[in-house]
């Protein structure tokens, strides 16, 4: 079973910047399409960003021209570089395969606020 661990979320001003990581447990290349997700305070959790495995990125609307999701095969990592943080994108932030066929890991909290 793949284990995933998100890190580098944290507090941030409006308009700020964090680059979160996630690393897996074995090779991400065999898995396909990885996705960054989040879950705000009572609210179902929501896909933000996935990337194909050729590194091929794709966007919900909100995050659209502020966000940029990469992968490094070589290090089994995915990553997501935030810019322009709003408020709004306060919540804890997973990582999963496309089709969320993994074990969720803990998460890494990102809070915008002045």
């Known amino acids: 079973q793949v284990q995933l661990v998100e890190s580098g979320g944290g507090l941030v001003q409006p308009g700020g910047s964090l680059r979160l990581s996630c690393a897996a447990s074995?090779?991400?290349?065999?898995?396909?399409?990885m996705a960054w997700y989040r879950q705000a305070p009572g609210k179902q959790r929501e896909l933000v960003a996935s990337?194909?495995?050729?590194?091929?990125?794709n966007y919900a609307d909100s995050v659209k021209g502020r966000f940029t999701i990469s992968r490094d095969n070589a290090k089994n990592t995915v990553y997501l570089q935030m810019n322009s943080l709003k408020p709004e994108d306060t919540a804890v932030y997973y990582c999963n395969t496309r089709i969320q066929t993994l074990t969720w890991g803990q998460g890494t909290q990102v809070t915008v606020s002045s």
């Open positions: 074995r090779s991400i290349f065999s898995i396909g399409a």
């Open positions: 990337i194909s495995s050729g590194g091929v990125g």
